[in-house]
């Protein structure tokens, strides 16, 4: 039987509805500006609602802070027979003791495996992102998570507790973390890709890491993180605009080359600072990359040369199954563009690519 879902645009038209007969919900109030009181008020009708199984809940760019949140997460720590929740909080003002009661309340929902949670803008820090990771640790059946920490303020202690926590998740399959523009260093993407390393049901992750203060050693150390996640088959990269240079593109692939069941590789380094012997150190990697079908390398503005191409060219053309291939690189005119199409030949000549786009800006 197909539950019918039940749309709400208005704050009293959802408190004044059936709440009990509620099973799947989706309520829009996005800059409705709602407060704490308001936030706390549709935390406790969603109390109620103890048969919900599905919610999307959409409160962006509103005016909720640290109580609103909390008190939401109460509410919803009542909801026992949640299994699917979208929560869109971003562009409000909860900071690190609303990101820690929202998911204290979260971590109540015995039920939920599969959680979407927006909390960019929202002046998150270190606390509050340990918080975050403390609670969201105790829902056990998580088997699909997003979340969305963009534009916050959280550092290396952060990130490293929120590894550390999404280590617990003991069933988690797909993730996709977002935590772009943050100050995020070595440390902290080292300590994120040892808690990664210990999903060991991992097998689709999507991590966004542009913007960060990332150099040699997090990169290195993320990418060994990574390596232990035994069952990732697809995985999506970016790690744009950070400082991981010649050793951290090297240390980056030799790290990937051991993720033995990787067949989809997405895989963004714009504004890194690589050079010749980066590039060449990664096509040296990714030729290690024995199950890789499926590679998409965004290599802009990396000071590469034809001697890095070249390297970089010789490494993927011993990628034995590799059939799908797009490499983004920047071309300027002190270069010798033949050089590239020589790259190109040598892929094509082995007749296993069956698709290789080149974008030569």
């Known amino acids: 039987m197909i539950q019918q879902i039940k749309y709400y645009?208005?704050?009293?038209?959802?408190?004044?509805?059936?709440?009990?007969?509620?099973?799947?919900?989706?309520?829009?109030?996005?800059?409705?500006?709602?407060d704490d009181e308001g936030a706390s008020g549709l935390g406790s009708g969603l109390a109620k609602c103890i048969n919900l199984s599905n919610l999307t809940l959409?409160?962006?760019r509103n005016k909720i802070g640290d109580e609103g949140a909390s008190g939401l997460g109460s509410g919803l720590a009542k909801c026992i027979n949640l299994s699917n929740l979208q929560l869109y909080l971003n562009s409000n003002e909860i900071g690190d003791e609303g990101a820690s009661g929202l998911a204290s309340g979260l971590s109540k929902c015995i039920n939920l495996s599969n959680l979407t949670l927006w909390l960019s803008y929202n002046e998150i820090g270190d606390e509050g992102a340990s918080g975050l990771g403390s609670g969201l640790a105790k829902c056990i059946n998580l088997s699909n998570f997003q979340l969305n920490l963009d534009y916050n303020q959280i550092g290396d202690e952060g990130a490293s507790g929120l590894g550390s926590d999404l280590a617990k998740c003991i069933n988690l399959s797909n993730l996709t973390l977002k935590i772009q523009r943050n100050k995020i260093g070595d440390e902290g993407a080292s300590g994120l890709g040892s808690g990664l390393a210990k999903c060991i049901n991992l097998s689709n992750l999507q991590l966004y890491l542009n913007f960060n203060q990332i150099g040699v050693m997090g990169a290195s150390g993320l990418a060994s993180g990574l390596s232990k996640c035994i069952?990732?088959?697809?995985?999506?990269?970016?790690?744009?605009f950070n400082q991981i240079g010649v050793m951290g593109a090297s240390g980056l692939a030799s790290g990937l080359s051991k993720c033995i069941n990787l067949s989809n590789l997405q895989l963004n380094l714009d504004e890194n600072k690589i050079g010749d012997?980066?590039?060449s150190g990664l096509g040296s990697g990714l030729a290690k990359c024995i199950n890789l079908s499926n590679l998409t390398?965004?290599?802009?503005?990396n000071e590469i040369g034809?001697?890095?191409?070249?390297g970089l060219g010789s490494g993927l053309a011993k990628c034995i199954n590799l059939s799908n291939l797009t490499l983004y690189l920047l071309i300027d005119s002190q270069m010798n563009i033949l050089q590239i199409f020589k790259v190109i030949n040598k892929c094509l000549k082995l007749k296993r690519l069956v698709v290789f786009k080149k974008i030569l800006l």
């Open 277 to 279: 012997e980066g590039a």
């Open 58 to 60: 959409k409160i962006q």
């Open 231 to 240: 069952n990732l088959s697809n995985l999506q990269l970016n790690l744009d």
């Open 306 to 310: 034809d001697e890095g191409v070249s």
């Open 9 to 34: 645009s208005r704050l009293e038209e959802f408190l004044s509805s059936s709440l009990l007969s509620h099973q799947v919900l989706h309520i829009d109030l996005s800059k409705k500006e709602i």
């Open 297 to 301: 390398l965004s290599l802009y503005s």
